[in-house]
């Protein structure tokens, strides 16, 4: 390997600015180069579902930009460019700048996918409004959605996951009226049990959201002055039709690992690492939200964090896996304080559920009262980090 070769950093999402980080906390000399298809803006991703009841900005929530992060980081940041094909032979990463698509190859020392997740596509909605349908994953597609808002008053809203919910309570703040369409029969059903899930419901409810489960979005047909949303599947039929002013749609994540894909490196769910965040290719390493580590594909900070921290000592010789415990997560609907510890994908167990006004508390036992997961809210949060220490880690 020839040392002038520079570590190659695609993405500059939280896991690529935190394994720079890192990286250059423990090794000053090695070129840093970081690529990205954005801006390069540092900014905090959860911010975006918690900001406008607050009047954020975009501008308020970029903490750094480009330049700034580059002579941070003793790193060069090329902006605006994506990569387009990787040659693991050659080490050779093929570059088209959204600059007049111009094309440029660059050669790689070692190489780290940090390519985040896009929004998973869109079921099939029919109708001539879907211009007016947003989905908020960038700090540009917040600029969009809020520049959206101005002078609108009503949001429709699809998905009534962990993102959803806290746009709910956000725009809700914010002195919108909020209608929230799922599929599913509660709030945060693929991590709550119904009690918790109804508990988030009922604050949400009180504070103004309409609640609308059990039925999908048929069509966003455009209206001079909005939109008019068809539901399908709902327990009071099929004809419960909605309108509002603009629609937002947090329908969970895909991984962006088809460049790995392309070039070979083995990908599941998200690109295949080990425990050290290496891929098929020994050269080539993954972290954050296009990684699945070990058979986790987990899309939070937390274990970026400490993936960032782990690569950076086998980035500079001394290999370190990346263990992960008990991940509590904080959900962001304020109204209700929520912190949800999901159990691992696949785990075999019961939800023991204790409920009172003050708040519910739910522990995921296995067969032998094992805790492998948990989730509360109300006042019940006080007992998150007693929960998280008996907590069974995601990693053994
Ligand atoms: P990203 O931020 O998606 O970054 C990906 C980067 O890769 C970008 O810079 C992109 O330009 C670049 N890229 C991709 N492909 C290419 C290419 N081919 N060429 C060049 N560049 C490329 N997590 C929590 O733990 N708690 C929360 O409360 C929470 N709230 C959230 C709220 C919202 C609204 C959202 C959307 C997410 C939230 N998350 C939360 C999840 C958390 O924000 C993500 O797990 C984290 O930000 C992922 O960071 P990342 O760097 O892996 O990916």
Redesign the pocket.
């Known amino acids: 390997l020839d040392d002038t070769d520079p570590l190659v950093i695609?993405?500059?999402?939280?896991?690529?600015y935190h394994l720079a980080k890192e990286f250059r906390k423990l090794d000053q000399r090695t070129p840093l180069l970081l690529?990205?298809?954005?801006d390069g803006t540092f900014y905090s991703?959860?911010l975006?579902?918690a900001s406008l009841a607050h009047g954020k900005t975009p501008a308020q929530l970029a903490t750094a930009s480009a330049e700034d992060m580059a002579r941070e980081l003793n790193a060069e940041i090329l902006v605006h460019?994506?990569?387009?094909d990787v040659n693991r032979e050659s080490r050779l990463l093929t570059l088209v700048s959204d600059n007049g698509g111009l094309r440029s190859e660059v050669r790689y020392g070692r190489l780290v996918f940090?390519?985040?997740?896009s929004c998973a596509p869109l079921p099939a909605i029919a109708g001539d409004g879907l211009s007016r349908l947003f989905r908020?994953?960038t700090l540009e597609d917040y600029h969009r959605f809020r520049t959206a808002l101005a002078n609108r008053k009503r949001v429709l809203l699809i998905g009534a996951g962990l993102?959803g919910c806290?746009f709910a309570n956000d725009l809700v703040q914010a002195g919108y009226e909020v209608d929230l369409v799922d599929l599913q029969p509660w709030p945060l059903a693929n991590l709550l049990p119904e009690a918790a899930g109804r508990d988030i419901q009922q604050t949400l409810e009180q504070a103004g959201v309409r609640f609308h489960f059990g039925a999908g979005v048929a069509s966003i047909a455009r209206r001079a002055d909005g939109i008019r949303a068809q539901l399908a599947g709902g327990p009071s039929g099929d004809d419960t039709i909605i309108e509002a002013d603009i629609a937002l749609a947090a329908l969970g994540l895909i991984p962006?690992a088809g460049?790995a894909d392309v070039a070979g490196i083995a990908t599941n769910r998200g690109i295949v690492t080990d425990r050290e965040l290496r891929t098929s290719d020994a050269n080539i390493f993954a972290l954050?939200?296009?990684a699945e580590v070990d058979g986790h594909s987990l899309?939070?900070?937390?274990p970026?964090t400490q993936s960032a921290r782990a690569l950076a000592q086998t980035l500079t010789g001394t290999p370190t896996p990346v263990h992960y415990g008990s991940l509590p997560?904080?959900v962001?609907t304020t109204l209700r304080p929520t912190v949800v510890c999901p159990p691992r994908h696949g785990s075999q167990g019961e939800w023991q559920v204790t409920a009172t006004a003050a708040g519910v508390r739910a522990e995921f036992l296995d067969g032998a009262g094992k805790l492998l997961g948990f989730a509360l809210t109300g006042n019940a949060i006080t007992e998150r980090d007693a929960l998280s220490k008996r907590c069974a880690p995601l990693m053994d």
Not at 35 to 38: A, L, M, N
Not at 81 to 84: C, I, L
Not at 114 to 117: D, Y
């Open positions: 695609i993405g500059t999402g939280l896991a690529g690529i990205t298809g954005d991703k959860p975006l579902s460019t994506h990569v387009t940090a390519t985040g997740a908020v994953n993102i806290e962006n460049l954050g939200d296009c899309y939070f900070v937390a970026l997560v904080a962001k």
